[in-house]
């Protein structure tokens, strides 16, 4: 992977050094590109046209000295002071930062000049000098490879002595007298400090060759300043990558080694890889019953399930081991990959046998799974560059939000838990594999941004519905505080101050070091999606309660929405390719989000037909849909998602690539999962949740028997689901002695008072006070929430305090 290296970070990498350019009109172009990269005041070409066969000299705004020597056959006097320095500039501030050699063109053209047999005596007699020397003549060194050509577009001239043959087989001698030190060292991926390599302390870029195209050249000789710049980048990325500091994001793996982990990153990588195989070590060498137990026990697969996950992940992305390759956005590959994720989907439909009811869990885990399937191709793909694709995918960031007001808006009108376990089953689940991988990766939290923004509106959802949850059965009461809670939010985020003072404290007392600016664009981009869901959970709820649905006009109401719904989305799509770019359309989102995710919602349950039927294959990636947004990030991506994974090299081994990379990031995200899920219910004491409600459930059952609400922590699949309401006709009516159909009492929280004779029946006498068992658990050994919660927040206190 490339780094586009931008005139400041030159600056820090050249140090005020010099840099020299010897050679041949080829390598004079090269010399003007890079110099307009380094500073883009200076010229992108030879002022005079009749002055070409000169000398340049110059000095960038940062005092970089660049300088070019024209010498097409490397035997100048210039070229000879450079490979034979007197002793006066042998000293390293004299010592070029960077030397670039280039001929070959001109022995071809001039053959008076000695031909292919005068070129290898130069280029022999020029390495020698290069290896014999006892202090290295610069930095780096580069011999550039002699120029491909275009023979139908050379002039007849050059065309008669100019041949492809000739430059291969110059080319050819080149690689063979320059070994370059990555294909001799077997080792080079493993992140150890540089080595001196035992080759030619030169550098022959061949890939020089690779990326020129015929359309962009006018002679065959001399191609486009574009493509000349891009190799440009290439030679910085060889002098720089490996100078300057090796820290995330890490988007520059070309020429360079990975950094070695410092002792206290190294423990925690070492601590949350070696913890469960040790531990599964140990139970089969010491525990007395190990010669009749199973190979893996139920209770070990979660551990080594996130050891496997986090030694894989880490290999992928902070190693060698791997190659990276560069994004580059086709629309074909695109189109292609959302076809067949379209067609996977729906063979995979099944319908239900009965109506599953407005925004069933079948239905949400589906719609987060195709919606996941689209960001990640949208990322793969490097579609963000896009502007008609990157609206809609900001919309289907929004949609998840909505997900997340809706369903936990549904669960604290529907139960009124507000305690203290509800928060760390939601907050545990939703950032625990995020803190793993910001720790065992050297990241940042906020980096995995969805995990945090979720955790953010959560609490705030949260506030909203705990202050003065005991008046939450009053519909003007909760509205009212949902309208407080947006005004707010909306006045927090206008005023920049306040999180910067936020942050600040962290970094000074946490060693945190967040960007307030970005949090604010991430929060303020879908400022009031989530408030659009907590309304919408509120009147799903009273339109259940007044059985709206039974009134005969709802079917004409059914087909005006849907009618209507199917416009707005028209007019979203042709609103959004009208926008000039995605920052004009950034400014619209935070307005405009809520139209095409509103009306999708009511389109996708229009009629029962469409609530009974989902797609299993989107809704098994919807159930991993948030692990599977984090760990792209290192495994199928790669460079912090700055590029793609190539467990296969070779561009033509594309497609295979994709598929291998896709299953193996599917599977371990499916592991995740699932332990994370597991990891919750430990971390948290909870025990495995009831079954979600059915049509045969009733909505309003015993509290003894009332099932687990969602958003909930699910054991068997590990993911955070969407509460869902029962439908009209699920419960089972209630009759007066006559016979007559009673009106079923309002679906609210539990009530605060209960009658006399229901506290007389349970009996007088308090419950016991829990004493300092809220603390340790049930047991005397064991540690309650409370104290898991301290323990694992000083531990993170710790390790941000140390980290360096």
Same mark, same amino acid.
């Given at each position: ?13 050249? @140090? ?104 290898? @005596? ?19 060194? *580069? ?58 302390? *030169? ?36 002098? %720089? ?16 080694? !990975? ?137 289907? *960031?929004?949609? !998840? ?56 509106? !959560?609490?705030?959802? !949260? ?123 950034? @400014? ?95 971390? %948290? ?19 003894? @028997? ?18 869902? *309401? ?79």
């Amino acid at each position: 992977m490339m780094y586009q290296y931008p005139p400041k970070d030159v600056a820090t990498c050249m @140090a005020s050094r010099r840099v020299v350019f010897i050679g041949d009109s080829v390598t004079r172009q090269l010399f003007f590109q890079f110099a307009h990269v380094v500073d883009p005041s200076l010229p992108t070409g030879p002022p005079d046209d009749e002055q070409k066969h000169a000398d340049y000299i110059y000095t960038s705004s940062t005092d970089i000295q660049l300088v070019f020597y024209w010498d097409p056959y490397l035997t100048s006097n210039h070229t000879r002071s450079i490979l034979h320095p007197g002793p006066r500039h042998q000293s390293s501030s004299d010592t070029p930062a960077l030397l670039v050699l280039g001929s070959g063109l001109w022995y071809l053209r001039y053959p008076e000049s000695g031909g292919l047999s005068a070129w290898e @005596a130069t280029v022999e007699s020029t390495l020698a000098t290069i290896s014999e020397a006892v202090i290295p003549l610069a930095d780096v060194t *580069v011999m550039l490879p002699v120029e491909d050509v275009v023979p139908w577009k050379l002039s007849r001239e050059r065309a008669a002595f100019m041949h492809p043959s000739d430059i291969d087989a110059m080319n050819s001698d080149l690689l063979h007298r320059i070994q370059p030190p990555a294909l001799r060292d077997p080792f080079a991926f493993l992140p150890f400090p540089s080595r001196r390599p035992s080759g030619l302390p *030169v550098a022959l870029p061949l890939v020089f060759n690779k990326m020129l195209h015929p359309l962009q050249t006018q002679d065959g000789l001399h191609f486009s300043d574009l493509l000349v710049t891009m190799q440009a980048q290439v030679l910085l990325n060889l002098r %720089c990558n490996d100078v300057l500091p090796k820290s995330f994001p890490m988007d520059k793996t070309c020429c360079r080694t !990975y950094p070695w982990p410092s002792m206290l990153h190294l423990l925690v990588l070492a601590g949350v890889i070696l913890w469960a195989p040790v531990n599964w070590l140990l139970a089969r060498r010491f525990s007395p019953q190990s010669s009749g137990m199973p190979l893996l026990r139920d209770d070990e697969i979660p551990g080594l399930a996130l050891s496997f996950a986090a030694a894989i992940i880490y290999v992928a992305d902070r190693t060698g081991f791997w190659l990276k390759e560069q994004k580059q956005f086709d629309p074909w590959t695109f189109g292609f990959l959302c076809l067949l994720s379209l067609a996977l989907g729906l063979v995979t439909v099944k319908r239900a046998d009965n109506d599953l009811g407005f925004l069933n869990r079948e239905q949400t885990d589906e719609w987060k799974g195709w919606m996941q399937i689209a960001i990640l191709i949208y990322h793969y793909t490097g579609a963000s560059k896009i502007s008609g694709i990157y609206n809609p995918i900001r919309v289907l *960031v929004a949609a !998840y939000l909505f997900m997340t007001g809706y369903g936990h808006t549904t669960y604290y009108v529907k139960k009124a838990d507000f305690g203290l376990l509800r928060i760390a089953q939601v907050l545990v689940r939703l950032n625990l594999l995020t803190l793993l991988l910001a720790y065992t990766m050297n990241t940042d939290y906020l980096y995995y941004y969805f995990a945090p923004l979720v955790s953010w509106w !959560y609490m705030i959802i !949260y506030g909203t519905m705990a202050l003065g949850s005991r008046y939450n059965e009053r519909t003007v009461f909760l509205l009212t505080k949902i309208f407080l809670s947006m005004a707010f939010v909306t006045w927090l985020m206008s005023e920049p101050w306040l999180l910067q003072t936020i942050f600040q404290f962290l970094e000074r007392f946490c060693n945190i070091r967040w960007s307030a600016r970005e949090w604010a664009f991430r929060v303020s981009l879908d400022l009031w999606i989530v408030y659009f869901g907590m309304l919408a959970a509120l009147a799903v709820i009273k339109a259940r309660e007044h059985r709206i649905t039974d009134h005969p006009r709802w079917p004409l109401v059914v087909k005006t929405s849907s009618a209507l719904s199917a416009v707005i989305l028209l007019w979203f799509f042709a609103f959004e390719l009208s926008q000039p770019d995605k920052f004009a359309y950034n @400014a619209w989102h935070p307005y405009v989000s809520f139209l095409p995710v509103g009306a999708f919602v009511v389109l996708r349950n229009a009629n029962a037909i469409l609530r009974s039927a989902s797609s299993r294959m989107f809704a098994f990636i919807g159930r991993c849909s948030l692990e599977t947004f984090i760990i792209q990030c290192h495994l199928w991506l790669a460079g912090d998602t700055k590029g793609i994974l190539m467990v296969i090299p070779g561009r033509h081994s594309r497609p295979l690539n994709l598929l291998l990379t896709t299953i193996v990031f599917i599977y371990v995200s499916h592991l995740v999962a699932k332990a994370t899920g597991e990891f919750t219910n430990w971390i %948290c004491g909870s025990a495995k949740p009831p079954s979600l409600p059915t049509s045969q459930q009733p909505s309003n059952p015993p509290p003894s @028997a009332r099932p687990a609400a969602e958003p909930q922590v699910d054991t068997e699949e590990g993911h955070e689901v969407i509460f869902m *309401v029962p439908q009209d006709g699920d419960e089972e009516s209630r009759k007066d002695v006559e016979g007559n159909a009673l009106p079923r009492d309002p679906d609210t929280p539990a009530r605060p008072h209960r009658r006399w004779i229901d506290r007389l029946a349970e009996g007088s006498s308090p419950q016991p006070s829990p004493g300092f068992r809220v603390w340790y658990g049930d047991s005397e050994w064991k540690p309650g929430l409370k104290t898991k919660s301290l323990i694992g927040l000083a531990v993170m206190w710790l390790l941000n305090v140390m980290w360096s």
